[in-house]
């Protein structure tokens, strides 16, 4: 019940192109939803958050879109570039609560 | 910097010694997680500690982990008598004060890479 899935494990987007990222979760008391960017060798880093009272949240080209019915969230990357090649997590959390991550997805975005 | 820092980087030690990692939360915060990542996979909850006190161990192993985070100086985590499976990434996070009980949001060191020879 405490699991976040996140689809795809890998994706591959040519330059300028969307990237489109997939967390569903379980536990309906999780009420705060972050996206972290992890380069090699680096901490990740949080780019975007967003609480279940809105459906979706844009900053710059990132934008998570919340669906509270389907207890699902996207990551949305729009003109994609060779420096958004990352590893990005999902994840969710409940107050001040650990944080439950997704297990990943390897972007690259080739130029 | 005033992000949260992590010391050492990397850490080598042998099979049934002892591993200190350090970490500093962001000026501020008094908050601090303890995160561990495999290769490929996503981080896992160990511990979550306030000043003096440990909040929820829930991740941590019941035997040979231990954190703390003391009144003065940085968050500890200790792993005694360490195995081969102790070699991964060690991540410590760190949020403010503010708004107790609302979401804070973390903010990650660069980690701690342990290997166990």
């Known amino acids: 019940q405490q699991q976040v899935k996140q689809s795809p494990q890998s994706l591959i987007v040519q330059k300028g192109g969307i990237s489109i990222i997939n967390c569903a979760y379980e536990?309906?008391?999780?009420?705060?939803f972050p996206w972290y960017q992890q380069f090699p060798g680096k901490g990740p880093a949080l780019l975007i958050a967003?609480?279940?009272?809105?459906s979706e949240k844009k900053e710059g080209r990132f934008t998570i879109s919340f669906n509270k019915s389907a207890k699902q969230f996207s990551l949305h990357i729009m003109d994609s570039q060779p420096g958004d090649s990352a590893t990005y997590f999902c994840a969710a959390g409940t107050g001040r609560r650990a944080l439950t991550f997704g297990s990943g997805t390897r972007l690259q975005v080739q130029p | 910097n005033a992000g949260v820092m992590q010391n050492p980087r990397h850490l080598v030690r042998r099979r049934g010694q002892e591993a200190r990692l350090r970490c500093s939360p962001m000026?501020?915060?008094?908050?601090v997680y303890w995160y561990r990542q495999l290769p490929e996979e996503g981080l896992k909850f160990m511990v979550y500690l306030q000043k003096e006190n440990i909040i929820d161990e829930s991740g941590m192993p019941k035997e040979r982990f231990s954190a703390e985070f003391p009144k003065e100086g940085p968050s500890i985590l200790r792993i005694q008598q360490v195995v081969r499976g102790d070699s991964a990434a060690y991540f410590c996070?760190?949020?403010?004060?503010?708004?107790?009980?609302?979401?804070?949001?973390?903010?990650f060191g660069d980690g701690t890479r342990l290997s166990i020879l």
């Open positions: 967003i609480r279940p009272d809105v």
């Open positions: 996070a760190s949020s403010p004060p503010m708004g107790q009980g609302s979401n804070q949001p973390q903010h």
């Open positions: 000026k501020g915060h008094s908050h």
């Open positions: 536990n309906t008391a999780f009420d705060y």
